[in-house]
C-alpha cells in the first residue's frame, strides 16, 4: 500500500489550472488517498489536476497510466476501474491525492482527452465544454 512522508518539504506547485479544471466538486472521497506512483513514468515531477485516477481491485489509487509517447491515456490495466478524478495538482514526491467523485469538470482543461469510456464509468462527473 502506498504510503506518504506527513512531514512536508517547503515547496509551492500552481500551474493555475485547479480552477478552471474543477468547475463543481459535489462529492469526493474524504480524506483523499495517497496515490501508488511506481508506473509514472521516470522525470515525471508533478500529477496535474484533471489527471484521471484508477483503482485495483486491491484498492490501490494510481493515475490512469499513459501511452508509451506520454501524450495521451493508454489502457486500463486489468483488475482496475476508473475511480474518479484528480482535484488539485500533487508532487509525486508527496502523491497525497484529493479525488472528485461527483460535480463538473471542465474536459477541455484536463491533462490529456478524456475517452468516452471514462466518461460512462463516471456517472456522477458532468463533463463540461
Known amino acids: 500500500m502506498p ?10 506547485i500552481e ?6 479544471v474543477i468547475v463543481n466538486c459535489l462529492g469526493d472521497i474524504p480524506g483523499g488517498r495517497t496515490l501508488d506512483v511506481t508506473g509514472v513514468a ?5 500529477i496535474k ?11 490501490v489509487v494510481k493515475p490512469m497510466p499513459l501511452n508509451s509517447g506520454g501524450t495521451a491515456y493508454g ?11 484528480l482535484k488539485a495538482t500533487v508532487s ?3 502523491p497525497r491525492a484529493a479525488i472528485l467523485t ?7 482543461a484536463c491533462p490529456y482527452t ?11 462527473i458532468q463533463w463540461l465544454y
Do not use: C, F, W
Open 102 to 108: 461527483m460535480g463538473q469538470v471542465n474536459q477541455k
Open 3 to 12: 504510503q506518504a512522508n506527513l512531514i512536508r518539504e517547503q515547496y509551492e
Open 42 to 46: 521516470s522525470g515525471t515531477t508533478v
Open 75 to 85: 489502457s486500463l490495466p486489468a483488475n482496475h476501474s476508473y475511480l474518479g478524478v
Open 49 to 59: 489536476s484533471g489527471h484521471i485516477l484508477i483503482a485495483s481491485n486491491k484498492g
Open 114 to 124: 478524456v475517452t468516452d469510456a471514462m466518461k460512462s464509468a463516471l456517472p456522477n
Open 15 to 20: 500551474d493555475g489550472l485547479e480552477s478552471i
Open 92 to 94: 509525486v514526491k508527496d
